[in-house]
């Protein structure tokens, strides 16, 4: 017997609908979970499954994210405070934009998915436009103010479930407790911290009557009376570090749908076309030496840039894909008319969006592993099997 769940649609993140999926089933107590998607050139199917239920497989995906760093935003970890990490990306991102012909603009704020794919007012990304260069956010929490302010933007705003929003909270105030255990006895039991945690989280999370603290010397089977003083003192010091799985930046997923529509499976007929559009359309920007479309687009994407051959892959999708299968073509006059490098547009946007899975497998005879784990691929691997 298995719980399934699958979203297909156009919500700004598709990992946090499955995951809230995942754990509104939760109750059903499955052997073992896992989520399936279609990946890049580097990983064509992307598989992260655990044991136990949704909130193991949380815990998996903190240390293996569907969607890895790239090589300059890990690189950028280097510096010792998130200004320095942006600074770090960013002087990247305007040394690329020089060298295909475009100025750099300062930004006041940087587009989003859900902007990006608004019908109702459309945003159109041209060329040489910069994501964000830090697309893993950071919370700090020094106050009770903070620590809902917090948890309402990710929440709300990254629409992260309640289960993802605790354990990035729950991981910070482990490093803290862990910490402060190396240097000696901690003044408060390490069970009655965590369970105090989780009061506390419950009350802002979901709005909960406070619990009165104990005035009185903490007996057995009482709770300690200072824990809540000592969790606080903790929280503190933490910085909340957003996975990538979870941006909402619109550059950083345009280039991930990008990288399952056409990187996944590319043909040489594919390539060429490509190479075709983007030189035609390089010649036009700059007087630089052409590149092979397929060096600057991996720096693009590492740069998170959209740029000169990131938008010669989507102009080549939108006449292989979008345009084949509209049949009869769209009267907007913002809609580029494919091999033709331009703006972005909702409805190509749309387009591209695709389904991801998530199962939770009970199995009654055989023994389970992470290996055999749902979902799995048939024997060929072919794709992904329920």
Avoid at 35 to 41: A, R
Avoid at 255 to 271: I, K, Q
């Amino acid at each position: 017997m298995c719980g399934i769940v699958v979203y297909y649609g156009d919500a700004q993140n598709r990992l946090t609908r499955v995951l809230t999926g995942m754990w509104a089933i939760i109750y059903r107590a499955p052997d073992s979970t896992g989520i399936g998607l279609i990946g890049s050139d580097l990983e064509p199917l992307k598989i992260r499954r655990e044991l136990g239920s949704v909130e193991n497989l949380i815990d998996r995906l903190m240390l293996d994210p569907v969607f890895e760093e790239t090589d300059l935003q890990a690189g950028a970890f280097i510096e010792t405070d998130t200004a320095s990490q942006a600074g770090y990306i960013a002087r990247f991102q305007k040394r690329l934009l020089a060298h295909e012909g475009f100025s750099f603009q300062e930004a006041a704020s940087y587009p989003t998915w859900s902007k990006m794919v608004d019908l109702k007012s459309p945003m159109l990304v041209m060329p040489g436009t910069c994501g964000d260069p830090l697309i893993r956010k950071t919370f700090v929490i020094d106050s009770p103010k903070a620590f809902k302010s917090s948890m309402n933007i990710l929440i709300q705003d990254y629409d992260l479930p309640v289960a993802v929003v605790e354990k990035l909270i729950r991981n910070g105030l482990a490093v803290q407790v862990d910490a402060a255990e190396t240097s000696g006895p901690l003044p408060v039991d390490r069970m009655e911290l965590f369970h105090e945690f989780e009061l506390l989280f419950n009350r802002y999370a979901y709005d909960e009557d406070p619990v009165r603290p104990r005035r009185a010397v903490s007996k057995q089977g009482q709770k300690n009376p200072f824990a809540r003083k000592h969790v606080w003192h903790y929280l503190c010091k933490i910085v909340i570090m957003m996975p990538s799985d979870f941006t909402t930046d619109g550059i950083a997923n345009l280039f991930r749908y990008l990288d399952a529509w056409v990187l996944n499976g590319l043909t040489p007929g594919d390539s060429e076309n490509i190479q075709l559009i983007f030189d035609n359309f390089w010649t036009v920007h700059t007087d630089h030496p052409v590149r092979h479309w397929q060096i600057l687009y991996r720096i693009e994407r590492t740069c998170n840039v959209f740029g000169l051959a990131a938008s010669a892959v989507l102009a080549h999708y939108q006449t292989k894909c979008y345009m084949s299968r509209a049949q009869a073509a769209v009267t907007d006059p913002y809609l580029p008319t494919g091999l033709i490098p331009g703006p972005t547009h909702p409805l190509l946007l749309l387009s591209m969006v695709q389904p991801m899975i998530g199962q939770g497998r009970w199995a009654i005879q055989s023994a389970i592993s992470v290996r055999n784990a749902h979902p799995f691929m048939d024997r060929e691997k072919n794709g992904p099997w329920c």
